[in-house]
């Protein structure tokens, strides 16, 4: 009761700021100064400023750079139209239709510079969700219609100021992810809101605010009427957040992984497969954070191999070879995946090659080995074995063995290839092994022959 009520009296103070005034707020006390922003968002800032227009850094650098995270791109928000801004930069093009923002690049460095938007929907779906948003207005209502309170700082190179609408710096100190507006009708516009949330506390280590995160539960299902691409993009965000484990925690939390995800939602109810998607998640995270480079493909590929595993068993024990079984079951399961989240062609690429060349590793005689270790994709295909091994699906000496191979001379390759168990005895002792519980969801593969 009295919190319902502290609630009314604060969304009561947030609304009266919308239409006021923003807090502003000088580098003394925020502490961001010009020389820790990215130089080039600097420039065009102060390029656009030169020319009459105003132009401020804001969304996730703003508030990264608050609690101390580096920011990992810049965003700019200015009242110059798409047009205004191409005409000044050398390399800016315009870039979407139904929300255009213009790229301006320098280097390797791209910025999203974008118009101020309107506080008012241009065109909508019949679940209320935003499908164009090309009206343009002023600072104040693009502040609103910004996600989070945390996400609508501007701030100004030129003065270090921040300017805040909607109490972003206080509820960042608090460490409180607060949606603006009523979270309920901002999930309806933009139901991607609800995985934003989630990524963001757990990227930041915030807390969701209750009232925006009470809703998500039985909001989730408009989660089907984004675009498939889209949400591809918010998923990739998620998973190559370095805080991948935490967030699909927290999504599991909500309910979110149920109708988004197929591969999640397969692969968190099903124990035996857990390990080893865990596994995946914690490599991509180490590798995030330690800035190393990680391959969407690998990351699929691991998130999808128990339900190809499964398939694939399927389908040998109905009579298919080996072989085109895999071939079928990895079509199969892609096929599933792409009604809901589209991945890119590219991508699907990798995936495949990932898991075609998997069943080659148990051949470990004659000539093959040689050439397998000269294929383009050893290397992915390897840290993936590793990866099975270390789930407990295959043996740690096989991808051992294998890094030996690839490293070693001509006579200790000879050597090796001597000391390999044959392929029909290895398979046979594995799947005497395999019958020991707490096995992962490479387990049903083993159980078939390996092509
Ligand atoms: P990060 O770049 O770390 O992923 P971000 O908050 O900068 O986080 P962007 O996608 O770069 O995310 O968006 C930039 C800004 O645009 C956000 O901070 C927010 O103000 C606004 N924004 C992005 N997506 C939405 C959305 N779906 N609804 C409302 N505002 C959004
Ligand atoms: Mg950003």
Redesign the pocket.
Known sequence: MIRKLLRKVFNRRAAKSISGEPARIPVSQHGIRREQVSPFAVKVCATLQAHGHQAYI????I??LLIGHPP??Y?VATSATPEEVRTLFRRARIIGRRFRIVHVTSGAETL?VSTFRANQLAETDRHGRVLADNIYGTQAEDAI???FTV??LYYDPATETILDYHHGVADLSQKTLRMIGEPRARYRE?P??ML?AVR?AA?LGLIIDPAARAPIRDMAVLLENVPTARLFDETL?LLLSGNAVRCIEQLREEGLHHGLLPLLDVILDQPVAERFIWLALENTDERVRADKSVSPGFLFAALLWPEVLREWKERQSAGEMAQPALFDAMDEILDAQAAKLAITRRVIGDIKDIWAIQPRFDKRTGKTPFRLIEHPRFRAGWDFLRLRALAGGVPQEIPAWWDRFAHAGHDEREELLRAAPQEGAAAHKRRRRRRKPGNDGDAAAEAAPAP
């Open positions: 804001v969304g996730g650098a508030r990264d990992k791109d965003d999203e219609r910004r996600d996400n609508a933009d991607v809101r934003r963001l990227k965000k």
